[in-house]
């Protein structure tokens, strides 16, 4: 029989075999649901009778089928005039007719199906740019026989499968067609539900190292890679600079700091400091008003009934003043560089490049990878940087050798879409690296690392406090293993 015919022929019974298996349909739209936030414009590929594409609460939704039977099924069940942001259409994955560029494509368990998934992958050039995202979902290759004895046995829908791929194999046909992957795993390690050990064993199991492979589900998240198509030149750049009692740092900064792009501001947002900071900003953006744009913002403004002791600033801690920063910043990239300059400022021109040349979504720098001064680090906190870079990038699921390192650049669109959705991990970290790192891992950003030489610091103290810092650290850990790891 024809795939065609038998997916027709299927059609009428494609619902009752979705409810047979509505735990596994279930974790699949909250898989999708994690990925893709509402309202945005998506394109299901292979949508059958759209439950999936429904569930998603697109602002636009197209789903596309090339079974007539399971689109008639789709309009029946979703009419036009009761949901007008779907609309249900036939068309071929391998012979794409549909036009116009999508926030989301998806692709849920239905490559095995398709004769040339090269082909297929290559028309997603006609419905993406730059910033869509494509997401598949498919089976692990290890469940073949349990899949096809389930199908015997009358408890799958019988499907007729042309391929068996794995992870590597998915990502290579996206890489041969322009696409990298940004994020990928395993899911979904027990697809029946029984009640308390399906959440034990999905939740927490099925997500450990080495275990998680065995998992039936595998996914993947995509990115057309970019290409340099706009100058390196066009981007307006705003750098931010927090700052409490770092006087003898701020000349050095200014004067260090290259310009970048069409423009450059330089942001200080100063966090209460007594030793003279803000009157040298004030004495330095007086003095380069006509060759550099500089601002001065206070993280608390003077006199304010709240008060700005040591405690307060403590409390509000450098991710405050960053996203006070970067509220204010007028330019197309954001940058920050700590002002004690262990980072020097004449390597932002290499995460400008990184971001503008479309080589990431998110720059993080870090300090493993070069040798550092004698001092610039100390012993405990290099160990404890170690530590934390191995266990984020396993809760991240992508490589971050440096989690603390305090310079990270991304565009601020990208921010704002990080900060209208801070609320899913909540307000949780006064350093602001991992509120940065946690979104953009939310946000499907691709995130790559620019090494970096770090420097000793030779004005000012460490703001550093180890063993408090160290707790509120693994706080964080616990918050990203319960939102992004075991969620």
Not at 67 to 93: H, Q, T, Y
Not at 97 to 111: A, M
Not at 261 to 276: A, P
């Amino acid at each position: 029989m024809q795939k065609k015919e038998l997916i027709d022929r299927l059609a009428p019974e494609r619902d009752n075999w979705r409810r047979k298996n509505q735990y596994y349909y279930d974790e699949l739209q909250s898989l999708l649901s994690f990925y893709i936030p509402p309202g945005r414009s998506i394109l299901e590929i292979g949508c059958s009778t759209g439950d999936l594409l429904a569930g998603l609460k697109p602002a636009k939704g197209t789903g596309i089928d090339f079974s007539p039977e399971m689109i008639a099924r789709a309009k029946e069940k979703f009419p036009a005039r009761l949901f007008p942001n779907l609309d249900f259409v036939i068309d071929d994955a391998e012979k794409l007719q549909i036009k116009g560029v999508f926030d989301y494509v998806v692709l849920s368990d239905c490559i095995g199906e398709f004769t040339d998934i090269w082909k297929a992958f290559r028309n997603f050039q006609q419905v993406t740019d730059p910033q869509s995202r494509v997401i598949i979902t498919y089976f692990n290759a290890l469940w073949e026989p349990i899949l096809r004895l389930g199908e015997r046995l009358g408890l799958k829908m019988p499907q007729d499968y042309q391929n068996w791929l794995s992870l590597a194999d998915i990502e290579n046909l996206l890489l041969l067609n322009g696409l990298e992957v940004v994020n990928k795993g395993y899911q979904l390690l027990l697809p029946k539900k029984i009640p308390l050990l399906s959440l034990v064993v999905n939740k927490y199991l099925a997500r450990l190292p080495f275990v998680h492979k065995l998992c039936l589900g595998i996914y993947l998240v995509a990115r057309p890679r970019q290409e340099k198509t706009t100058p390196a030149r066009d981007y307006s750049v705003s750098v931010v600079i927090p700052c409490r009692n770092e006087k003898g740092n701020i000349r050095s900064a200014v004067e260090r700091l290259p310009s970048m792009g069409r423009h450059t501001e330089i942001i200080f947002v100063d966090g209460n400091s007594t030793d003279g900071t803000v009157e040298e900003i004030e004495k330095v953006i007086a003095e380069f008003k006509d060759r550099k744009d500089i601002r001065l913002i206070h993280q608390i403004q003077p006199g304010s009934a709240e008060g700005a002791g040591h405690g307060r600033m403590l409390k509000l801690g450098k991710g405050d003043a960053v996203r006070k920063g970067f509220a204010a910043a007028t330019g197309d990239i954001l940058m920050i560089l700590d002002a004690d300059l262990t980072v020097p400022p004449e390597d932002l021109p290499k995460f400008y490049l990184a971001l503008s040349e479309g080589h990431g979504e998110f720059i993080n720098g870090t300090r493993m990878v070069y040798p550092m001064e004698k001092d610039a680090m100390r012993f405990l906190n290099k160990l404890a940087n170690n530590f934390f870079s191995m266990l984020f990038t396993w809760l991240l699921d992508q490589r971050i050798k440096d989690t603390l390192c305090g310079t990270k650049v991304l565009f601020k669109k990208d921010y704002e879409k990080i900060a209208a959705n801070r609320s899913f991990f909540g307000d949780f970290d006064p350093f602001g690296d991992f509120d940065l790192l946690f979104g953009a891992v939310k946000q499907n950003l691709k995130i790559i690392e620019m090494p970096i030489r770090y420097r000793e610091r030779t004005y000012g103290e460490i703001k550093i406090e180890r063993w408090r810092h160290g707790l509120l650290l693994l706080k964080m850990s616990g918050i990203a293993l319960k939102k992004l790891k075991f969620r």
